[in-house]
């Protein structure tokens, strides 16, 4: 046998790799070729760059968006912190008590506090000290320190207060002519649905005094400070190695959120990695489809927007029961969605977002279209059956939105009074054009309900002012029947108002067969919750109702 080396031996071994070899280098011997060899090692070497540059450039303009919305929750709920506590206080005024720590006041603080998700409590302080709250008197009284400021409302504020029975805890006391109402000052499962995956801190803080009214996390208070009296009215930007959003107001405060860019590293590095081998394998050529991948992790409505385009979004129905009867007399539509990796997002989370960010009716017109597919058959077999639809403020205001109803229960065949719409307190921020609105969606045929009452900004002459045909009560005051909570007193009142008004009433939440027996005996006509049935699909629901009819 004759060997002639190394290169005998691979071709023995692979007989097809000297040809190759050969090829290649023949073709390197143009020197175009080899210009175009460099030029393509250099278009995946810059595009690999840029890929790296891109992807932190994405990440922090995402999570920018994070902290603009963030600071604007954070303003949204100190006004309504700051509007509910001017109306506690002007209530307490007005009651005129000569003794402000007396039985009468004590009970009337009580009333005030309890059933709110947005004070602790109601109290009266004198000099420096609290008196009394909805506690009770408190004997010689609780030191709580100088007030930090005076707000343009009136109001004398006491920063990050710590009470003796609180632990912890740190408290903002609101004062006008000592009547006292006390906040929470940390938010800590507040806002955990509105934070994203890094660490942030978020709230509300009073450059006068250089602190936080309300607040999550810790806050940079000198560069708050600084950026306040610099440039207030910027959009999120870099500062100090942080994402910072900063909302001044008209009342001296201003809402901020913040986002250490160090929290990010991880993230972006991450997803330059993930971008990088397609940089090096196609270079130049795929640049525009990686902007396209790189863009496609972006916020939560564009992820909304998504899964509506998608089918993410599915329907649930929670049958609504006649408590005289016990019959199942309709169904309230609840919308969910799933991600791709089987991920539910809360209601909670992303129909707010869909609200601010104008998806919301969009949402409905897809839930609407939604209901009357999956119920029709239902509703045709049992006429006296509802679905009961929520309406956003947005979905009430647009001019079309009666139109497209009317077209949708035509083209389904659903008579309109099979279909209810429920709305929030929020349509009735413009009164007028909201009165008009659902006029017109009741002259279509549609029945009104007003949902969530007590939970907001919930009046009386809200409820007179309105053209409305049921009440949902809300299951927060539901809950408490039968306890010695002194919110059980509330629903009391409720049922009283949708009574002497002529409401048929909805009791959300009911769990046990006392609190059914309660709602009853009082004469609320119809409720809903797990003592009667979970949430279910149509089809469940259409298999429960067969189960029924054999039992009969």
């Not at 309900?449 to 409820?463: C, E, M, N, P, V």
Request: hydrophobic share 45%; aromatic share 8%; with cysteine.
């Amino acid at each position: 046998m004759v060997c002639n080396g190394p290169a005998s031996f691979a071709a023995r071994m692979h007989p097809s790799w000297p040809t190759t070899w050969q090829r290649l280098l023949s073709v390197l011997h143009h020197p175009s070729a080899r210009m175009a060899l460099v030029l393509g090692i250099l278009l995946a070497m810059v595009f690999s760059a840029s890929t790296v540059y891109l992807a932190r450039q994405q990440t922090v303009a995402e999570y920018q968006e994070y902290a603009n919305n963030l600071a604007d929750y954070a303003v949204q709920r100190t006004e309504r912190v700051r509007e509910h506590t001017l109306r506690v206080l002007q209530t307490l005024h007005d009651n005129h008590s000569p003794d402000p720590c007396g039985a009468n006041n004590i009970t009337l603080m009580r009333r005030l506090s309890y059933g709110s998700d947005l004070i602790e409590d109601v109290g009266y302080v004198q000099g420096d000290t609290l008196l009394c709250s909805s506690i009770g008197h408190l004997g010689e009284g609780v030191a709580v320190g100088p007030v930090d400021v005076a707000s343009p409302s009136g109001a004398q504020l006491r920063l990050r207060v710590q009470l003796p029975f609180s632990q912890d805890a740190r408290y903002l006391l609101s004062t006008v002519r000592g009547y006292t109402v006390i906040i929470r000052a940390d938010w800590s499962q507040d806002v955990q649905g509105w934070l994203p995956d890094a660490q942030a801190a978020v709230g509300v803080f009073h450059p006068e005094v250089g602190k936080p009214l309300f607040a999550y996390g810790e806050p940079d208070a000198a560069l708050l400070q600084r950026l306040l009296s610099s440039a207030p009215a910027q959009a999120a930007r870099v500062a100090h190695d942080s994402i910072v959003a900063v909302r001044p107001t008209a009342f001296g405060y201003a809402g901020f959120a913040t986002i250490a860019l160090s929290e990010l590293e991880a993230r972006w590095h991450t997803r330059a990695l993930q971008m990088l081998p397609v940089g090096l394998a196609i270079g130049a050529l795929l640049s525009a489809l990686v902007w396209g991948v790189a863009r496609r992790q972006t916020s939560l409505p564009w992820l909304i927007r998504s899964g509506l385009r998608h089918g993410e979004m599915f329907m649930l129905y929670q049958p609504v029961v006649e408590l005289a009867t016990g019959r199942w007399v309709g169904l309230e539509a609840l919308v969910r969605w799933r991600r791709p990796d089987g991920t539910l997002v809360a209601p909670d989370v992303f129909i707010p977002v869909a609200e601010r960010s104008g998806l919301i009716t969009s949402l409905t017109r897809w839930v609407v279209g939604q209901v009357l597919r999956d119920a029709r058959v239902l509703l045709v077999a049992h006429p006296h059956w509802h679905i009961s639809v929520n309406f956003s403020a947005e979905d009430v205001r647009d001019a079309t939105f009666v139109p497209y109803l009317q077209e949708q229960l035509r083209a389904h065949g659903v008579a309109a009074h099979q279909l209810v719409g429920e709305v929030t307190e929020r349509v009735c921020m413009d009164a007028t054009l909201a009165r008009e609105r659902l006029q017109a969606l009741r002259r279509l045929g549609l029945p009104i309900a007003i949902d969530d009452f007590g939970t907001g900004y919930s009046s009386l002459a809200y409820l007179t002012q309105l053209p409305l045909d049921l009440l949902k009560i809300d299951k927060a005051f539901v809950a408490p029947i039968g306890t010695e909570a002194a919110t059980s007193q509330v629903i009391e009142h409720i049922i009283s108002m949708a009574q002497s008004l002529g409401l048929r009433m909805v009791a959300e939440g009911v769990e046990t067969a006392e609190q059914a027996q309660w709602l009853q005996a009082r004469g609320v006509q119809l409720a809903q919750g797990w003592l009667f049935a979970k949430p279910m699909t149509i089809a469940q629901v259409e298999q429960q109702l067969r189960a029924q009819q054999q039992k009969r």
